[in-house]
Every structure is written in C-alpha cells, then in structure tokens.
C-alpha cells in the first residue's frame, strides 16, 4: 500500500510537470515582440494635455495613435507661423468610417498598416524605439499636402517622466500608394526636381496635391536603385517610409532635445533656426570644429555668424549652382531655376553631389538637411547597394552611397550624428 502511494505521489508529480512544461511556451509566447507591439500601437488610443495654440489655455486631447489628417481642412489662419502645437490639434480621424470623406477606405487602412508594421521592422533600433516610446504621441498620415514628412516636439507638464517633451510625427497618404517595385525610384525622382526646377512648384500642385500621387518631372532627374539580395521590399513603400522617418529621426535629434542643436530665435520661425554654441564631446571635436555651432562647416564653407537661413555659403562657385536649385524658396526663385532637361541643370546636378557630402536637392538647403539626409540613406544602406540620381535620363549619373562612402568628412558626420543620436535615446 505504501509503494502504492509513492508511485501516485509520483505520477502526480509527473503530471503536474508535464503540465507545467506544457504551459511554458504558452507563457513565453505571451510576451509580444516589438513589432507586435507596433501593431496593436497602430490601433490605439493617445491622451495627453497641451498648452492651446500660442501657449493658451490647456487642451485635453483624446485621438488616435495613427491619425488621418486632412491638412486642407481645418481653418489654422490663427495659428502663429510654426507653432508646434497645431500639430497635434489638428483634425483627426481614426477609422475608415470617419476617413471616407477623405478618401481613405477600409482596404487602404489595412496596406497603410501593413506598410508601417514592414517600415518599422526595418528601422534602425533608435527609430524604433521612437516609434514605441510613449513620448510619441501622434503618426499622422497627410492627406492632400504637400508636405513629404513632418516633426514635431513641444514640452509639456504631464509627458512621460514627468514635465518633458511630447512628439508628433507626419508622413504624407501617397506614400502608401506608390508601386511596390519602384515607389523609391518615382520618389526621389520627383524630390530631386518638385523645389529645384522650373514648374516644380505647379507639378506639386498638380500631382501630390490634386492627384495624391508621386509623379516624376517630365524630362527631369531620374533615380535607379540596386537593392540587396532579399531586400526587395525596399523598393516600394517602404523604403520611402524608412527615408522620411530617419529624415525626421534627425529633426528629432538636432533639434528637439534640451539641449538642441537647433534654437528658433523668440517669435521667429523655423527657416530663421540657428546652431547653439554648446561645446562637442572630444570624441567629436576636431581642429576648427570645436564647438556644436561649427558642426554646419562640414558640409558649408562660410557658415557667418549670424547663421541665418541661406547665410550657410558653399565654396565658390558652388554657391551660384546651390543658388539655381533654390531649394524651397519658389517665390525668389521662379525664373532663376533650370528648365527640366537643360544642360546648365546637369552641370549644377553634378557639381553639387560630387564630393560634398550634400546628397541630395534638400541637402543644398541648409545644414540641418544635410545632416538629415545622411541619417535617412544611413538606415537605407543596409537594404541599398547603389542609388544613383540622374539630372535627366541618359546624363551623367551620381552614386548616393558612394558619396557617403568618400566624403572627406565622413567620419565626423557620422560621429556627430552618433553623439546626437545618443542624447535623444537617452529621452525615450
């Protein structure tokens, strides 16, 4: 009798492992990975308070994580130039039965979804930390803008933490509908000519904004990619999603942390931003590049002390080619730019990526574009062998990443990028 209860005891013991073990897996599978993460963040809910529009009363906010936007359709005549905080009151919606009115319906929820679930499992760790932080408050999808993508910090008292910043990030509706073996090719095809050419301004107005759709410029610029073996999903899509977002990545890091890089004068707007002059990390700091406000020089000659926008000058006569692309300044520029197809653009075109560490048409804008446009190719290189920009089809070409690759100063861009990275990590 005695054997007899052992050999249960024993048996029950047994079970109760077998079942224990059985259970295990169970209770692994529970934790969700980051991407699953991302997905049920992608149908969630955000609450948090912000000072109104001017740094009026507060405003208690309730709307979803991932918001449809329609730039066009609330009145922000009110709002003073770059306030921040429009950003995260402007209209939103939240489902495809809300988002019919703009055009947005089930099915494009779901590839919207898919699309960002796929660029984020090809982020950088420090994107996707962003994309997880709960200091991210809002991912807009713009719907008839003509903004590519946006940024957006403001501080506030109840952020996570405590008192801190919160953070709104944009992207525009046709990403998600370009072609999913060349979207990348047509993106940038149409970035290098929609602010550097002449009737780049009416084709925007006419294809991203009318038509919601990337077009690129009849007889202008021309990309080719060569991805890598298995990379193929960077061609589409998602590989426009990965450039925005590192762009904005490095908004985030230059410009939106305690201690930026970037400081907006009082009541000024952000074409009037200027460097701070906090000192570099030894790691960083070379001869003559001593200090944060000198970190412009590696890519701008003259960099005056007044640091306005277009006082940053190329060494000449590079600066009268920067001059005729006149990135984002249309209103001075109509007449002064190339027609698409014309020799003395190709020229500009070549001049202005050889060897200059400015790596494409936003880069010749000001200092904080060049750097954010080595943060964006920077997280497409691991998926990227080549991206070569043509001025126009059969022209001289330009090979992003071997410019990356051979710029004098590439070792101190990414090492100051590494430094800037690392303060906005430590944030979220």
């Given at each position: 009798m005695k054997t007899f209860e052992v050999r249960m005891k024993l048996a029950v013991r047994y079970m109760g492992l077998v079942a224990l073990l059985a259970m295990a897996p169970l209770a692994w599978a529970s934790e969700p990975t980051d991407g699953e993460r991302f997905r049920l963040r992608l149908h969630s809910t955000e609450r948090y308070a912000i000072p109104g529009v001017g740094g009026g009363t507060m405003v208690r906010v309730e709307a979803p994580f991932l918001c449809i936007t329609d730039a066009g359709r609330a009145d922000f005549g009110a709002i003073p130039a770059d306030d921040d905080t429009a950003s995260f009151l402007q209209p939103c919606e939240a489902a495809a039965g809300n988002g019919a009115q703009l055009g947005v319906a089930v099915e494009d929820m779901d590839r919207y979804r898919s699309l960002l679930l796929a660029a984020f499992e090809h982020s950088t760790p420090l994107m996707q930390r962003l994309l997880l932080s709960p200091r991210l408050k809002r991912l807009s999808i713009l719907v008839g803008s003509g903004v590519n993508g946006a940024s957006t910090g403001i501080v506030v008292d109840d952020a996570p933490g405590g008192r801190g910043y919160i953070y709104a990030l944009a992207v525009n509706a046709a990403v998600f509908a370009l072609d999913d073996n060349s979207g990348l090719e047509t993106y940038q095809s149409y970035y290098e000519g929609f602010q550097t050419l002449r009737g780049g301004t009416e084709h925007r107005a006419e294809h991203l904004v009318g038509n919601r759709s990337y077009v690129a410029m009849p007889n202008g610029p021309v990309v080719r990619l060569h991805e890598r073996k298995g990379a193929s999903a960077v061609r589409g899509p998602v590989g426009v999603l990965l450039k925005i977002f590192h762009h904005e990545l490095g908004h985030f890091a230059l410009s939106i942390?305690?201690?930026?890089?970037?400081?907006?004068?009082?009541?000024?707007?952000?074409?009037?931003?200027?460097?701070?002059?906090?000192?570099?990390?030894?790691?960083?700091?070379?001869?003559?590049?001593?200090?944060?406000?000198?970190?412009?020089?590696?890519?701008?000659?003259?960099?005056?002390?007044?640091?306005?926008?277009?006082?940053?000058?190329?060494?000449?006569?590079?600066?009268?080619?920067?001059?005729?692309?006149?990135?984002?300044?249309?209103?001075?520029?109509?007449?002064?730019?190339?027609?698409?197809?014309?020799?003395?653009?190709?020229?500009?075109?070549?001049?202005?990526?050889?060897?200059?560490?400015?790596?494409?048409?936003?880069?010749?804008?000001?200092?904080?574009?060049?750097?954010?446009?080595?943060?964006?190719?920077?997280?497409?290189?691991?998926?990227v062998h080549s991206l070569r920009l043509y001025p126009m089809a059969g022209a001289e070409g330009i090979d992003v990443f071997e410019q990356m690759r051979r710029f004098r100063n590439r070792a101190e861009v990414m090492a100051y990028l590494a430094y800037r990275q690392g303060q906005l990590a430590a944030t979220l």
């Open positions: 942390l305690p201690s930026p890089a970037l400081v907006t004068p009082p009541g000024g707007t952000h074409e009037q931003d200027q460097w701070s002059d906090a000192s570099l990390p030894a790691s960083v700091a070379r001869p003559g590049l001593r200090r944060e406000s000198n970190a412009p020089q590696l890519f701008f000659a003259q960099a005056p002390d007044n640091r306005a926008l277009m006082s940053y000058e190329l060494a000449p006569p590079l600066d009268a080619a920067r001059a005729r692309f006149c990135f984002a300044r249309a209103p001075q520029c109509g007449v002064q730019r190339s027609t698409p197809g014309s020799r003395r653009f190709a020229a500009d075109f070549v001049a202005l990526y050889r060897g200059t560490g400015l790596l494409d048409s936003i880069a010749t804008w000001k200092p904080d574009e060049a750097f954010c446009e080595w943060m964006a190719f920077d997280a497409l290189q691991p998926y």
